[in-house]
């Protein structure tokens, strides 16, 4: 069975860091482009990060220069490192596989989602 595991959410203080790992089992994930998205509470879902299987990568405006996607194939993971965090990143953190080559912005391009990892920027 196809699953996606996020997990490394946490509650950092503002300017930390955390790393968010998206684990997959079930199928291989260099073969797909992945996405990161987040959901703040009231909020509609929001698309944070993506890597296609060229490693290609696409950054929201909010998070270029702090938030860092990658992978390792070798643990069919996909990571986000995240850094210089501020309490507005505070969300429900989502991967999710799109088959298409291209990244999109829409969840709705997206077919398998994880369950989500709670991240908490708050002093």
């Known amino acids: 069975q196809s699953q996606l595991v996020e997990s490394g959410g946490g509650l950092v203080q503002p300017g930390g860091s955390l790393r968010l790992s998206c684990a997959a089992s079930?199928?291989?994930?260099?073969?797909?482009?992945i996405g990161w998205f987040r959901q703040a509470p009231g909020k509609e879902r929001e698309w944070v990060s993506c890597i296609n299987r060229r490693d290609n990568t696409n950054y929201q405006d909010s998070v270029k220069g702090r938030f860092t996607i990658s992978r390792d194939n070798a643990k069919n993971t996909v990571y986000l490192q995240m850094n210089s965090l501020s309490p507005e990143d505070t969300a429900i953190y989502y991967c999710?596989?799109?088959?298409?080559?291209?990244?999109?912005?829409?969840?709705?391009?997206?077919?398998?989602w994880g369950q989500g990892t709670q991240v908490t920027v708050s002093s």
């Open positions: 999710a596989v799109r088959i298409g080559y291209y990244c999109s912005v829409s969840p709705i391009d997206f077919g398998s």
């Open positions: 079930g199928f291989v994930l260099e073969d797909y482009t």
